[in-house]
């Protein structure tokens, strides 16, 4: 009995000679003090929250994917499955907002073309019926990204020929529209139109997806009509009909330079969306993808052209 309170003793002469320094037990507890706590809510990566909640919306994922939001504004977001994560990957380009979402694998974050690279299905219109060839729809859909695949199907008696290619465009580069294309050395060119399946938002004046027209470089050389003009061609609450003639006015001031004044450039700033994705450790078996924020100024990162391999693993 004895030995045992001696025990006791000693536990509790060792537990006092143990305690830390009391300033250190002092000055951790001082941090109960909620201070802080009556001042304004701290909002942390505003957008990244909502993308957070929308894009596994968009993926018909909720509560099938976990995600993370990092430090750099980055999420990840980790998938049960990976057939889950590949189907995402699969069904791409995304939007949030209408701006255009990049998407890549953790894996893929050492490679120059991480996150700087969105897949696109593009048409290929008014490609006269001569060059509907594998090589020359290749050659010319290099022009707009990595080539990952042709597709030509060939006319019917009901239906018109169809050239569209899969790019991987990158995020950096300008969306063409229409563009005058030299199909054989020394032949007059060809005018060919460009639709990009999927594509929301971008700059209507130089086509980056990483901006609105009116914080673009371009945007001094306005008119004003042109730009009441884009106003109609991009309002949601205007009809079909309205848009589509506010389209074909602006296309004919391009095309003859008829003017009516000049537009003041306004200070906006306007961020864009990419993508990421990442595995996380084998044990959990879980996937994800990591989604960043972009600043709207342009990035001189490298290019490549790896895009093709951000299916493995
Ligand atoms: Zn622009």
Known sequence: MQSEDQHQEQAQNHQVYQQPDPTKVIWKALQNLKLGADRSRWTVHDDAQKK?????????????????INDDGTVNFYFDTEHHLLMVLEKQPYNYKGWMVALDRWMNRERPTFL?????????????????????????????????????VEPTTVKEAEVTVKV????????????????IKGKPPVELDFRYEGLQKFCLLCGSLRHDFDV?????????????????????????????????????IKETGESSGTATPMQA???SVVAVQRQRPQQRNLHDINIRQEESTSQQDEQGTKRKEVAEG
């Not at 957070?52 to 993370?68: C, D, H, M, N, T």
């Not at 300008?174 to 563009?179: E, F, G, M, Y």
């Not at 609450?237 to 074909?248: F, G, I, K, P």
Request: hydrophobic letters at 35%; proline letters at 5%.
């Open 52 to 68: 957070f909640i929308a894009l596994p919306k968009a993926w018909q994922l909720v509560g099938k994917v976990e995600g993370q």
């Open 116 to 152: 700087k690279q969105i897949p696109f299905k593009v048409r290929i219109l008014k490609l006269p019926d001569v060059y509907r060839r594998h090589s020359m729809v290749e050659s010319i859909g290099s022009k707009l990204g990595h080539v990952e695949e042709v597709t030509i």
């Open 168 to 183: 991987h465009f990158d995020v950096d580069d300008q969306i063409s529209l229409t563009r005058e294309v030299e199909l």
């Open 216 to 252: 673009c470089s371009e945007y001094p050389k306005m008119q004003q009509r042109q730009f009441e003009l884009m106003d109609i061609g991009t309002n949601p609450y205007a009809t079909a009909q309205e848009r589509n003639a506010a389209v074909s006015e602006y296309i004919t």
């Open 269 to 271: 700033e306007h961020t």
